[in-house]
């Protein structure tokens, strides 16, 4: 599909600029227009995407240091101002619009959820958000402020597609060494979902449609995706077996959103060169994740990629009974329960999180 990338904040730059560098790198083409927007100068300074400093008034190029109703309060003032920036990264040919941000921080916290909804008022496009939750060991703020965003943007997106930062994380990494992994795992797995129904150069067109990826995110309010790779013979004949187990290897142990094994809808790609990549197998791995998720909307294809490796990718939308999702929200109610003892703040109201699983 061709897809415009938002980032707000920090993360949603960074992701933005690794998801553009991926599109790139594979020359699938489906990332026309990127731009990525931040109260804090100096996290634009480092990126190689067209860049917007809100905020300026507020907060003078510093950030709103994890203060998510800052966040918000920014975006609402400048909404106009990053709307008049997107001539030439929306135009007449975008399919849809992705708002990508780290929730648990300000300004992608705060402010992504504005931002979807002024998108929505305008374009007739789908607006998904893409919206990393934050790890287990993050403090009380990061996943108040996360809870109290996913609240807002399940509401304005037409689905937000969520990444645990603790699901793709290599251990022992540092912090920032563990950041850029994650974000290149993004960029690799998120970035075949937009490529679909591009005509790859040189590889092929895609069997699937970029609204299949459409109607399946359209069917849930909040999403995830599964990914995994197996060594694959040379003949379709003999992969049969390893798409269904690479397929399982996805949903079970790849998510997104770990622990996440029912669904409203879902999309199974089997990824690889076309001479490798087994119709037989695309459809018993189909049937297969039909039964574990229990949907009845279960979609397939395939997807040419220059690889002698084949790689499965799941996408799951409609999550909400998604046990970690329910393990997350219950400690973000918890937090920001906390964080209200402790500022006083009366607008949030924790309870609102319980209408959401
Ligand atoms: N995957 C990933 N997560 C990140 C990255 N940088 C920050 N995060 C996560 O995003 C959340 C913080 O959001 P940031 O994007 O840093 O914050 P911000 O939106 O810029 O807001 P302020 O810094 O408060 O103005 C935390 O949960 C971090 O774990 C990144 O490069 N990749």
Known sequence: MKAALIGVGQAGGKVTEALLAEDQRAEYGAVRGTLAVNTAKTDLEGLDIDTMLIGQERVKGH?????N???????????REVMGGLDGVVDPHTEAIFVIAGLGGGTGSGGAPVLVKELQRVYEIPVYALGILPGRDEGGI????????????????DSTLLVDNDAWRSTGDSVTEAFDEINSRIARRVG????????????????VDSSEVINTLQSGEMSAIGFASAEAAADAGEN????????RKALLSGMSVPQTTEAGAALVVAAGESERVSRKGVEK?????????????????????????????????GISRSQRLQEFMDRAKEASKEVEAEQETENFQADELDDLI
């Open 69 to 79: 109703e800052l966040g918000a309060e920014v975006m609402t003032n400048d909404v």
């Open 285 to 317: 791995a189909r049937t297969w994740v039909e039964d574990e998720t229990r949907s009845m909307q279960v979609r397939g294809g395939d997807f040419p990629l220059d690889s002698d490796k084949i790689a499965v990718l799941v996408l799951l939308a």
């Open 240 to 247: 049969i077996n390893t798409i269904t187990s690479t397929a």
């Open 192 to 207: 075949i979902l937009l490529a679909a129904g591009e005509n790859i150069e040189g590889v092929g067109e895609s069997v």
């Open 63 to 67: 950030g709103v240091g994890a203060d």
């Open 142 to 157: 990061y996943q108040a402020n996360a809870g109290r965003s996913l609240k807002t943007l399940v509401r304005e997106a």
